[in-house]
């Protein structure tokens, strides 16, 4: 099956979030520490999700540095983190993925066939709690075309029903957003970024508000999304989950510091060149 590439291009020339469909090219260099998998065209059984190129992509606001000639690789199919200290460009790495800043440089995606399903998970829901704003009436809104005010539409009131019973939520579906606690709206993020079943999954530190019944659930998750072969891109901070249950690390403050297994990269003299206020020469 011929693979597919979407690029995100360099953002001075073109419209941010522009894209267009060609044959994927040949294996380019690669910065990974060891020997990266095979390419889209040339996947293993069951892997759905696409590979991901960043190739020097640079990031300013102002004349702020957000991001300095990021270049690292994400394999199809895998479970691949995002770790740093707060302010280092994560967020923003994954704006320009998703078409929301400008950018230099050079985003892509090689999809094992047509260009599928990319579904993103933000860090936090900001909304009115006062809003008589029900779980389905937020998904209904999230997920379907059809006013969320005339209710679920028969084409995905099955789905929204799987998805929550997925996360835990399904008993809480007429429950007000507003009365649901940080953990439990967390859970209907996560749920909402299910519908329509995607083949690359972004997450935005899904377990920042989780409790411990909420971590359990989101780790079962990952576990499908692996068995399933989606390409899962995932922030986050708690670096022992991210030694569990990752299967690449990539470390960012402005610059990609490492990109390594998780046993390689998540080391003391690692960590204090990541967290550190000023980034030094990569190790």
């Known amino acids: 099956m011929t693979s597919k590439e979407t690029l995100i291009p360099d953002s001075t020339n073109n419209p941010v979030g522009a ?19 095979s390419r889209a065209g040339s996947l293993p059984q069951g892997i759905t999700g696409p590979s991901l190129e960043f190739t020097e992509v640079s990031l300013t606001l102002g004349r702020t540095p957000i991001l300095d000639k990021v270049t690292f690789q994400v394999q199809p199919g895998s479970v691949h983190a995002l770790v740093g200290p707060n302010g280092g460009g994560k967020s923003s790495l994954i704006k320009t993925l998703l078409g929301q800043m400008p950018h230099q440089g050079q985003l892509s995606l090689h999809w094992p066939g047509e260009p599928g399903t990319i579904g993103y998970v933000p860090q936090a ?5 006062g809003l008589p704003m029900t779980v389905d009436d937020f998904m209904a809104a999230m997920c379907q075309r059809r006013p969320a005010f005339l209710g679920l539409s028969k084409h995905y009131a099955g789905a929204i029903g799987e998805a929550l019973e997925r996360v835990g939520m399904q008993d809480k579906r007429k429950r007000r957003m507003g009365a649901l606690s940080g953990g ?11 519908i329509p079943a995607p083949q690359l999954l972004v997450l935005d530190e899904p377990m920042s508000a989780l409790d411990e019944a909420g971590i ?4 079962r998750l990952l576990t499908d999304w692996r068995a ?18 990752a299967d690449r690390v990539t470390g960012l403050n402005r610059r990609v510091l490492f990109d390594a297994t998780p046993q390689q990269a998540l080391t003391p ?3 204090l060149t990541l967290f550190s206020t000023h980034p030094r020469s990569a190790v």
């Open 125 to 129: 829901l900001e909304f009115d709690r």
């Open 184 to 194: 439990e709206r967390q859970r209907v993020l996560l749920a909402q970024g299910l």
């Open 19 to 37: 894209s267009l469909l060609a044959q994927a090219p040949d294996q380019a260099t690669s910065p990974l520490n060891d020997t990266p998998h």
């Open 228 to 245: 399933a072969g989606i390409t899962v891109l995932w922030i986050e901070h708690d670096l022992e989950a991210v030694g569990r249950l």
């Open 216 to 219: 359990q659930v989101f780790e």
């Open 269 to 271: 003299e690692r960590l």
